[in-house]
């Protein structure tokens, strides 16, 4: 069985299909276009779509459906988007997704399916990334924001006194500050700026001067220690076992992995993910297998 994964961000969208058998993607039928959040709702419509039927045409066999990861607000069970207030996809605000796009592709409505993106990250990492030997996982993406996703065996959990509302942790506090403030790319592009007086904009140039220059390596070990700091009482309340990082910061891992693994070693293992930019789109393609999603709908509704 074949199905087409979907990864949605603020200003792209990337997809690939997926084979059950060989539990891989087939690496060229990967797609990647870049999209106007703030365009129209037919605009942004049109360029999924035209992504979407282009990774169909590159391989000639039938898809079952599409799995898509999206950013939150979105109700992730009827496929209507929720997203209002910010800067991007504000057109698509109540719009059914899962029925424009079946329209669109003329696929059957009930295989286009859709889960949050860090959702999706630790259902591949928990499916077929090194996670997959635990039962308790928890999933970080360090990127513009915090995305992150508890799940015991294989499976998101939303709602429970040992996770925080709703599986986030970007709204949590952390020293007073709100968490998605410090752990993320403006998070470490402000504390080199405190340290150094110089405003880099990207994670990537200041991992680059961490090569020789002990500001920029202090950024990140100070970054490890605090995001450690952050994590542990999450981590020991759900009783994880592994911790997995994905997102462009973890790129810069071995910078920060040691104040890190200092500070969370009650756990196995920490890793990056092997799966990289692919993992979201790994594990909304998943979903087209029918026994699992039956599994995860309660969870899709409270998400």
Not at 209 to 220: G, I, N, T
Not at 247 to 252: F, L, V, Y
Not at 286 to 295: A, I, M, P, T, V
């Amino acid at each position: 069985m074949l199905s087409l994964g979907v990864d949605i961000g603020g200003s792209h969208i990337a997809a690939g299909i997926f084979d059950f058998e060989r539990k891989a993607l087939i690496q060229n039928t990967y797609t990647h276009t870049r999209v106007n959040p703030k365009a129209s709702k037919d605009q942004i419509l049109s360029q999924w779509s035209a992504t979407l039927q282009e990774t169909i045409n590159k391989i000639d066999k039938p898809v079952k459906g599409i799995g898509i990861a999206m950013p939150g607000p979105f109700d992730y069970y009827n496929g209507i988007s929720k997203i209002q207030d910010v800067d991007k996809f504000q057109s698509l605000y109540n719009v059914n997704l899962r029925s424009e796009l079946a329209v669109r592709l003329n696929i059957n409505p009930s295989n286009v399916r859709f889960i949050n993106d860090a959702s999706a990250f630790s259902i591949a990492e928990a499916l077929l990334g090194q996670a997959s030997k635990y039962d308790k996982v928890v999933a970080i993406t360090l990127g513009t924001g915090l995305g992150a996703s508890f799940v015991v065996n294989a499976k998101p959990i939303i709602e429970d006194t040992k996770v925080p509302q709703g599986g986030f942790l970007y709204n949590q506090y952390y020293r007073n500050q709100l968490a998605d403030e410090v752990f993320s790319t403006r998070g470490i592009t402000n504390s080199y700026f405190a340290i150094s007086g110089v405003q880099l904009n990207e994670v990537k140039s200041i991992a680059q001067k961490a090569r020789h220059e002990r500001d920029a390596q202090f950024v990140f070990e100070d970054f490890g220690e605090k995001l450690g700091e952050f994590l542990k009482p999450f981590l020991k309340d759900f009783g994880a076992e592994t911790l997995v990082l994905g997102g462009n910061i973890s790129k810069a891992f071995q910078l920060f992995e040691n104040t890190l693994k200092m500070e969370l070693s009650f756990l196995e293992k920490i890793y990056v993910s092997e799966l990289g930019e692919q993992a979201a789109i790994i594990g909304s393609a998943l979903l087209l297998e029918d026994n699992y999603y039956n599994k995860l709908k309660e969870t899709l509704k409270l998400m």
